[in-house]
């Protein structure tokens, strides 16, 4: 919640409530497809749960 508050929310307004739909579902988007996270190994959360089921077999 932190990231969206401070690099979306607290950064724009939006009128009409549609934009702030718009913007959000852009944002969710762009985090979980380009945004690389260290406590993945440096995937994305999208390919981070992709690797999930392998990583479960392999155990």
């Known amino acids: 919640m932190r ?3 401070e690099r979306l929310l607290w950064v724009r ?3 009409p409530v549609e934009y702030l739909r718009t913007a959000l579902l852009e944002w969710a ?3 979980n497809e380009h945004r690389l996270l260290e406590r ?3 995937l994305s ?3 981070a749960r992709r690797a999930l089921p392998q990583l479960k077999q392999a155990a």
Request: avoid cysteine; glycine fraction near 0%; charge should be positive.
């Open 3 to 5: 990231t969206l508050k």
């Open 13 to 15: 307004i939006f009128s």
């Open 29 to 31: 988007h762009r985090y």
């Open 40 to 42: 993945h190994n440096f």
């Open 45 to 47: 959360p999208s390919q």
